[in-house]
């Protein structure tokens, strides 16, 4: 009766292209995201928000808004705020960081231009948005403290209340020779940088339907968020709810990019009126509450200087980051680790001995700032990468063999770059070849000096870089963060044989459930589409992380990996008390016990499941008929697994109208382990595009009285398909040994370093014209002021 | 945001001059003005419908004269508040000079918007500013031409007297 099997070779999973298996649901318009979701009894909510950038409330009238059609409630802060704990984004191993504490309407100040000051819950969104013209708001408008640099000044203007200064975070990081080393180089290079405040602009805006149920005392949040279990001890905590009260669902989530992760006063509006209506409460951000509300990205200033030793060698930099965040640090990850993570990038490439960063993270009444895909790398990346580009023409050497020169040796690990971080194993210089041979490097030089000739102008930019990924508790749980470390795995054989996969990281479009698939069905000898895998909902999957700084491979790979081999063994346990056999000589494949020896087939995955499940009675007295475990799983070795790469840009500018056609773009990435090679690359490319999109394109454009002129997608361009360069990727695979997986992270790795490839690019074109370009975004009025049109 | 023009009105600067503090010439002549109330010879609070690229908003505001140099200069500043649209406020000095042709009237402005204007119309606020400004104007001169009729009208039937 029993059918051939063959042998275990066809389930060799890891390192294979799986298609994403959500996106045929997708495909089919089967998506359920929260903004198509519907619950009876359920109320829209809409916010007024203040048009001024600072003053103060001096009168709300709401009397008019109340009798609209269709409204039910409106809430002013006096009503709301009573019932949520006020929020404050520091952390404690930011030393002396300060931010005013928060919660969901304005108070009395007004901080941004955007704030929520007045909720109406009505019907429809349409009835609420009407009734929110109706409320009337006198505002006392004062002067908004715009400018990073001013606000620093002695006698600035606040740009929150509670301030003495609008310090929110400074920093020092030095190596006690730095001075020695600048005061007897050979050369040194210096510029002033300037990174424009973009947004993540994505696809699906911000949701939340909040579901409070006064009869249970259950609260059951259905968020488009990368981080459930983060919502669901801060909505238990700051609403004075036990955890187990809180339930938080994200199911598809239209894009994140670091931008759903952040606490927003309008979720914690929805949750609050939900909770004091008792009917469930939606909010769904329009496109213009996006750019108003969302947490913007970048925004620095950053003066750097490098000495260079006469024979080429990178021998110090120095560094002063400037960056505004807004009025108030975000929560719970803060405002200032970009800027801190902007300075301990730094050069990290690079054999350089001395180094000093010093970082100001200044408040100013504008939208807030805080993580977005990438953290810190492109500004870090740009700014080396364009030092590293001055330095070589100065000294007449090519960019490619001063990179040569001075990135870290391959053979040299592990290292600790000048700023502290430990790097396990790199291949910089793997990477650097690779990319030469891939991008012809040598016929582009060639071509690019023929076409000079006819006064066509393209222009070549190499830029490595460093990836932190696979972070541990260093990043936010030494800070005193409720921001979890782990993520936890359960994988289950049920009666029938199936295997399922409940795990804590997240899908946000990436494919982190495929990859999961592929895990899980390698360690059981299974087929990817035989593995289901759940995520997002905080009652039936395990705590854990999520989304967040490259950890989903990494991080939840290895915690499934775990798991699924915790169950393998279960399951061959239970095979070997079927068969009174040794566990030892059995041996899972193709959805079978076999012969480990032999490979000849024992037992299906579902006759174990049935004897499991439904005749225990024919087992051994005492034997555990588990089928289900749980495993966690937290990096433990480095405090990050860093990635390391390189990218490529080739452009051709036109110097008569400062357009930049971007031509092609190059990575070679070294993540480790691979377990989706077509993943990895979609993560690259898309990557590529977010790092090219504030390279040339996207800015938050605001006037000097602290309104944002472009929210709408006429005016804030985001890189389409058309303008976007076919990218071509390669890869170096270095293992981390820290996990059996021997996965990293590989999300940020094409945003890091494709702006600063661009920008070196640009420049390479500008070459000729003795002009220089070194502010993103590089518009075109930007190239042409730089030639002096 | 700055603007700034220059109109030949066909009317002598007394006549200008009184038309710019008259409720019903101003009435007729900014653009979208549903209601106007005299609270004092020079303030003003009015209620104006416009709409500005995507957003159209009812705007309540106040408007004042100041710095009074009779038959020379004043100026006008106003603050409205369009609730969720946003606001806008500004100030303009107009001056006047006497000319062959009538009066001409120059005017340099300094506006504010904030809120859904700024961030939807920024692109078109300066535009459609002066486009308001210039259909202020054109229509302030439709009026002071009318009048200016009537009164050639009544000043025959004068001498007759």
């Given amino acids: 009766m029993n059918m051939q099997r063959k042998s275990g070779s066809t389930t060799k999973h890891i390192g294979h292209s799986h298609r994403r298996l959500n996106a045929k649901r997708h495909l089919a318009g089967r998506g359920q995201f929260v903004s198509d979701k519907t619950l009876p009894r359920m109320l829209h909510a809409a916010f007024v928000r203040s048009p001024m950038a600072r003053g103060r409330i001096l009168d709300i009238d709401i009397s008019d808004a109340l009798k609209a059609p269709g409204v039910m409630r409106v809430f002013t802060a006096a009503e709301l705020n009573r019932i949520c704990e006020p929020w404050s984004g520091t952390l404690d191993h930011f030393a002396g960081m300060k931010s005013t504490p928060q919660n969901i309407l304005s108070e009395g100040d007004i901080l941004w231009a955007g704030q929520p000051v007045v909720m109406v819950l009505a019907h429809s969104r349409a009835e609420a948005e009407d009734a929110c013209e109706l409320v009337f708001i006198d505002i006392e408008d004062e002067e908004p403290v715009i400018d990073g640099a001013a606000a620093m000044l002695p006698g600035a203007k606040l740009a929150a209340p509670g301030l003495t200064d609008n310090i929110c975070f400074q920093t020092v990081l030095e190596t006690p020779g730095v001075d020695a080393v600048f005061a007897g180089a050979a050369h040194i290079f210096e510029e002033s940088f300037i990174f424009g405040r973009h947004t993540a602009v994505t696809l699906e805006p911000r949701a939340i339907l909040a579901d409070f149920d006064s009869a249970s005392g259950q609260l059951t949040v259905h968020h488009g968020t990368q981080t459930p279990y983060q919502f669901q001890d801060l909505y238990a905590r700051h609403f004075n709810l036990r955890e187990g009260q809180v339930r938080v669902i994200a199911p598809d989530v239209g894009g994140s990019f670091g931008m759903k992760l952040h606490l927003y006063h309008e979720e914690m509006g929805a949750v609050a009126a939900s909770i004091l209506t008792g009917r469930p409460v939606r909010f769904l951000a329009d496109r213009l509450e996006s750019f108003v509300s969302d947490i913007h990205a970048r925004d620095h200033q950053v003066q750097a200087r490098m000495a260079v030793s006469a024979e080429g060698e990178i021998l110090a930099m120095q560094v002063d980051d400037l960056a505004p965040v807004g009025a108030v640090s975000a929560y719970p990850r803060t405002s200032a680790a970009e800027g801190n993570q902007v300075i301990r990038l730094m050069g990290a490439p690079y054999q350089m001995a001395d180094y000093r960063g010093r970082l100001s993270v200044v408040f100013q009444n504008k939208v807030q700032t805080s993580q977005y895909r990438a953290v810190g790398h492109p500004i870090a990346c740009g700014v080396t990468e364009r030092l590293c580009d001055m330095a070589a023409e100065a000294l007449g050497v090519d960019p490619f063999d001063f990179r040569a020169r001075n990135l870290i040796r391959d053979d040299a690990y592990p290292q600790t770059s000048a700023t502290g971080y430990q790097f396990e194993k790199l291949s910089h210089e793997a990477c650097l070849q690779q990319l030469r041979q891939m991008m012809n490097y040598d016929g582009l030089r060639a071509e690019q000096a023929e076409l000079r000739k006819k006064g066509i102008h393209r222009g070549i930019g190499i830029a490595p870089f460093v990836e932190i990924t696979n972070p541990g508790a260093t990043f936010y749980g030494v800070g005193g963060a409720r921001i979890s470390a782990q993520d936890g795995a359960i994988v289950k054989l049920t009666p029938a044989g199936d295997v399922q996969c409940l795990i804590s990281v997240t899908e946000q479009g990436q494919g982190t459930e495929t990859i999961i698939a592929q895990v899980v069905a390698e360690q059981l000898a299974l087929q990817p589409s035989a593995v289901k895998v759940v995520t997002g909902d905080t009652d039936t999957t395990p705590s854990g992380g999520a989304t967040w700084a490259c950890r989903g491979a990494g991080i939840g790979g290895e915690t499934a990996l775990r798991a699924a081999r915790k169950l393998r063994d279960q399951i061959l346990s239970i095979a070997g008390k079927i068969l009174q056999a040794d566990a030892a000589t059995l041996m899972l494949s193709d959805g079978a016990v076999v012969d480990a020896a032999t490979g000849t087939h024992r037992l299906d995955l579902a006759e174990i499941g049935r004897i499991a499940t439904y005749r225990p009675d024919t087992l051994p007295a005492g034997t555990d008929i588990s089928l289900t475990v749980a495993h966690h799983f937290a990096p433990q070795g480095y405090p990050f697994d860093f990635t390391n790469g390189i990218q490529a840009s080739l452009v051709e500018v036109d110097v008569e109208t400062g357009f930049v056609k971007l031509l092609k773009h190059w990575v070679v990435e070294d993540c480790g382990t691979i377990i989706n090679p077509l993943l990895v690359d979609e993560q690259i490319r898309g990557g590529v595009v977010q790092g090219l999109g504030p390279a040339f394109f996207e800015e938050c454009l605001y006037d000097d009285t602290g309104q944002l002129t472009n929210g709408s997608l006429a005016d804030y361009l985001v890189p389409m398909a058309c303008e976007m360069p076919d990218i071509e990727i390669g890869h170096v695979e270095t293992p981390t040994l820290d996990t059996i997986l021997g996965a990293k992270g590989v999300g940020e790795a094409g945003t890091a370093a494709a702006g600063a490839a661009a920008m070196n690019a640009v420049n390479d074109a500008l070459r000729p014209f003795n002009a220089s370009v070194s502010q993103t975004p590089m518009t075109p009025a930007r190239i042409l002021a730089v030639l002096g049109h | ?161």
């Fill in chain 2, 1 to 161: 945001m700055e603007l700034d023009g220059t109109y030949t009105l066909d009317a002598s600067p007394q006549q200008v001059w009184d038309a710019l503090f008259d409720r019903d010439v101003l009435e007729k002549s900014i653009p979208g003005c549903t209601e106007l109330l005299q609270i004092s010879p020079t303030t003003f609070s009015a209620v104006v419908k416009l709409k500005i690229g995507p957003v159209s908003a009812k705007f309540k505001g106040d408007v004042e004269l100041s710095d009074i140099v009779p038959l020379k200069s004043c100026t006008l500043a106003g603050k409205g508040n369009g609730g969720i649209a946003g606001f806008a406020k500004g100030s303009a000095r107009i001056t006047l000079e006497e000319t062959p042709e009538g009066t001409t009237l120059t005017y340099t402005a300094e506006a504010a918007i904030g809120g859904k204007i700024a961030a939807l119309g920024s692109r078109l606020v300066k535009a459609a500013s002066r486009k308001l400004a210039d259909e202020f104007f054109s229509k302030f001169s439709a009026v002071l031409a009318e009048i200016s009729a009537e009164n050639h009208i009544e000043t025959p039937s004068e001498s007759v007297a």
